[in-house]
């Protein structure tokens, strides 16, 4: 059993900055595929970023691409999302997630993740 927590986020103004950090409890974090998801009201959950086990090989949606940048630490058991130049459509609720997964490589699905965090806002005012 994995347990997510977020922290972060809040509002702030377009072409500002916030850093998002989802902190894993267990001592097998490393074993761990992670991803960052968000989900507007009205709108499906869409990845945002994601992260191997051991932080080699990441993806950014499109509409990230440039702006955020994902990391993770596995000896402190955190996945940081870095997020800049921020714009209104990025307000939503962002979700960490995470998966057991051993390759070098990441999950870009949302039904690909076994385990969730609570989520935390994002606001981008105009």
């Known amino acids: 059993q994995v347990q997510l927590v977020e922290s972060g986020g809040g509002l702030v103004q377009a072409g500002g900055s916030l850093r998002l950090s989802c902190t894993a409890s267990?001592?097998?974090?490393?074993?761990?595929?992670m991803g960052w998801f968000r989900q507007a009201p009205g709108k499906e959950r869409d990845i945002v970023a994601a992260i191997s086990w051991g932080g080699g090989t990441t993806y950014y949606a499109d509409f990230v691409k440039g702006r955020f940048t994902i990391s993770r630490d596995n000896a402190k058991n955190t996945v940081a999302l870095q997020m800049n130049s921020l714009k209104p459509e990025d307000t939503a609720v962002y979700y960490c997630a995470a998966v057991r997964y051993s390759s070098n490589y990441y999950k870009k699905r949302s039904h690909e993740y076994d385990y969730w965090g609570q989520g935390t806002q994002v606001t981008v005012s105009s």
């Open positions: 267990g001592r097998t974090f490393s074993s761990y595929a």
